[in-house]
């Protein structure tokens, strides 16, 4: 199980990826997310990929989970998720899953950072009036945008 589920606080869990991630193992993590009552809470959820050091899932897998998540949004509360990694490869993969996510519409706002810092800043700072998703643009990414 290359991943841990870090209870930050009652409205912030961090799931931190390590080694070999396949579509398995994410699916595993974001149902224990999922799964586990304290979710009901959860405002902002980082999804930490900065330790992983393979990702083995393809974008006919990243779409399915952007479905399945966006179904998922439908029921939890709006939600700041953070997607952290520095490996290029990597961030295609989550500007599509992002894309999608916008694209599927919901209160879920998606964003992708090259560090662990810059996706703290990010949750710490208040909600942006009026806009009920923010992700697939440039405005939508942290540093990883090519600004």
Known sequence: MPYHLIW?????MRCHFFGRVDV?????ATNDFYNDSR???VTRALWDFSAMTQFAVDREQVSEI????????CYMKPMKAAFITANPEFAELARLYIAEMEQQGGDWSN???ASLDEARDWMASPPEPGLR????SREGEGSLSGR
């Open 8 to 12: 930050e606080s009652p409205d912030t």
């Open 133 to 136: 998703k923010v992700a697939g």
């Open 66 to 73: 952007a479905f399945s998540d966006h179904a998922a949004s």
């Open 24 to 28: 398995a193992n994410l699916n595993d």
């Open 111 to 113: 964003r992708l950072f």
């Open 39 to 41: 979710s009901d809470r």
